[in-house]
């Protein structure tokens, strides 16, 4: 996937124009007017439309970069059965680290939250490695945790004085990590 911050930061530095850049794409499907659309879009953070790899590299070859350092790469564990703001704790430790860092400080991190969040940086990383990204120089770019509600099938209830019945609310979250080339 293209990463927008990393895309808008090229640009700048080179200081290559976005109708520079939506030549490279207009030969790649777009016309100019909608590569320059699309491209303003990207450099703003939307993804609308989606870019597709072909576009990663025509705008890679546009910027004299290597398609993997336009890129990153993230993964999900949706439904985790945590709490989310337990989750939290533990993705604010590994943030803006090396992959190797996070993976270490994981690994001794005596919280329920490390063991899923490392299957979801493992996944990451693994998606990295399908696209030949150099695993060395890959880092963590985004951990995120959202709420997911209740968990389904936890409709349980906890006896209570005088007949009074309180209801057990078991919580699942979602977790996002991505990661990028440095």
């Not at 303003?40 to 025509?58: A, C, F, I, M, T």
């Not at 400080?105 to 329920?112: C, D, H, N, V």
Request: charged residues 30%.
């Amino acid at each position: 996937m293209l990463s927008c911050s990393r895309l808008k930061e090229l640009c700048s530095q080179q200081k290559i124009s976005a109708d520079q850049l939506a030549g490279h794409l207009a030969r790649g499907g777009f016309d100019h007017k909608a590569a320059a659309a699309a491209l303003k879009n990207w450099q703003k953070g939307l993804y609308k439309p989606r870019p597709r790899s072909e576009d990663v590299e025509r705008l890679a070859s546009g910027l004299g970069v290597e398609p993997a350092q336009l890129s990153q790469w993230q993964a999900s564990y949706r439904y985790a059965p945590m709490s989310a703001r337990k989750a939290r704790l533990v993705t604010q430790l590994i943030k803006d680290r090396s992959v190797q860092d996070a993976l270490d400080i994981l690994k001794f991190t005596p919280k329920r939250a490390a063991h899923m969040i490392t299957k979801a940086l493992e996944s990451a990383i693994a998606n990295a490695d399908e696209q030949e990204a150099d695993i060395q120089k890959l880092y963590v770019c985004e951990a995120r945790v959202d709420d997911a509600g209740l968990r389904i099938g936890t409709k349980r209830w906890i006896p209570k004085d005088r007949g009074r019945a309180y209801p057990i609310r078991k919580h699942a979250s979602h977790i996002y990590i991505t990661v990028a080339q440095e």
